[in-house]
């Protein structure tokens, strides 16, 4: 199976990228994981002129490389760490072999990304920076695989 997060920006503070890269390290026993960033525009423009935008590159980039798009949403469903890992199992049973997770920028995204993806998930009603989320993400990602692979990193 091939994971990656597909996001907006780029990650500025060494203390996240330092998780980030031990997390991808670990990452390599179980999957091929990578991280695609796409422009943030930010407040070159009106806010939703950016979103639109920002969207705009997400969609171009997950039409090119295909899968199961997850979309990180505040309306996406919530699962706790082993049902997400048994559902990552589950699309890997039922011939996904990419599977994508979208991060939208800070100003979020429009609905037209949410209607393009899969599913979405969520994590919390809580807001978190989205550079912040995505080292949360990852290692979301590497305990599912702990879990299906039955290591004990999960406890």
């Known amino acids: 199976m091939n994971v990656s997060i597909v996001c907006v ?3 500025k503070d060494k203390y996240i990228l330092d998780g980030i890269a031990e997390f991808q390290k670990r990452l390599q026993a179980f999957t091929k994981f990578d991280i695609i960033e796409v422009k943030e525009y930010g407040r070159e423009q009106t806010i939703a002129q950016s979103t639109e935008k920002e969207t705009e590159e997400l969609l171009s980039v997950l039409e090119k490389i295909g899968g199961y798009h997850i ?3 505040l309306k996406g469903k919530e699962r706790d760490s082993v049902q997400m890992a048994k559902h990552l199992e589950n699309l890997q049973v039922q011939g996904n072999s990419r ?3 979208i991060i939208g920028g800070s100003d979020g995204y429009t609905e037209e990304l949410r ?3 899969q599913e979405g998930i969520s ?3 809580f807001t978190f920076p989205h550079q912040l989320m995505r080292l949360i993400l ?3 990602i590497y305990r599912w695989f702990s879990i299906n692979h039955h290591i004990k990193y999960h406890k």
Do not use: A, H, P, T
Request: proline share 0%; hydrophobic share 40%.
């Open 9 to 11: 920006g780029k990650v």
């Open 123 to 125: 994590f919390s009603k």
């Open 99 to 101: 599977i994508n997770f």
């Open 71 to 73: 979309l990180l949403d």
């Open 138 to 140: 990852i290692e979301q």
């Open 115 to 117: 209607r393009y993806c």
